[in-house]
């Protein structure tokens, strides 16, 4: 069956800081949308503009043809895809699934097996852009899975991303992920270092960052992470949490490979000491602060 506007149901798991802006922009474009969230209370606004409550993932699963996650931690993505009262033991045959969560290749490899037993469509298609691009609907969406598939779900991405390209088979879209983050990981340690040394040596960092964020030292983490970070504005666009667990993905899959990742160990080991210095829910631009309060680090 071709997905139309008229017949598509579309199934959202996770209405959280990217998930909310998501379901929105689908809302607008016309779709029907029901929504599962453990917490309720973060999708009343949605809620409010026409999306369907749904109290369990079993009932959402039942009424979708098109089911898109985008949940906290693998080990959610495995219960939401893979629990008994999960997607594939209740969604409808021919019902296409898109994990948008940053989540393991390897699980999604699984996700897709089973789901192809079913007679279901899995397509692994992690986002990257934070907060703002998914308020601005223009995530950089990475896909793995069936070409027919993903020609399929197309439509539904073009209303909340820009950059939207498949990968390759099962598991790419994981895969091309990790070298987003791999990239953020250490470029973020770079314009911290670029903001603390403009500070030290007696520059305006406004009027630096000016300068250098058209230059080759441009950078998605430089243009909207760096005047954050200078105006003390640590809330969330992209958690620290999520960062860590996205970066430990990463390095395990990297080792299983036989790839060392020195820039990657470094970041990791000092996103860990934000997290444990209770920073673990502050945005990734927070890494900051540590320049501004350590000397060393």
Known sequence: MTLTLANTVIGFIGTGVMGKSMVGHLLKAGYQVVVYNRTKA???????RGAIWQDTVADLAAQSNVIISMVGYPKDVEEVYLGVNGIINHAKS??????????????????????????????????????????????????????????AIVPIFK????????????????????????????????????????????????????SIESGAAGSFSLTNLAPRMLANNFAPGFYVKHFIKDMTIALESARKMGLITPGLELAKSMYEQLAELGEEDSGTQVLYKMYLQREKL
Do not use: F
């Open 94 to 151: 021919g019902t296409y699934l898109v994990d948008m969560t940053t989540s393991d290749p390897e699980l999604a490899n699984k996700i897709y097996e089973e789901a192809k037993a079913k007679g279901l469509y899995a397509l692994d298609a992690p986002v990257s852009g934070g907060d703002i691009g998914a308020k601005e609907a223009r995530l950089a969406i990475m896909v793995g899975g069936d070409e027919e598939a993903y020609n």
């Open 159 to 210: 209303i909340v991303g820009k950059n939207i390209i498949l990968q390759g088979k099962a598991g790419s879209g994981q895969h091309t992920k990790m070298c987003n983050q791999i990239t953020i990981a250490s470029n973020m340690i770079g314009v911290c270092e670029a903001m603390a040394y403009a500070q030290k040596s007696g520059l305006d960092p406004e009027i630096v960052l000016k």
């Open 42 to 48: 973060s999708a009343e606004e949605l809620i409010q």
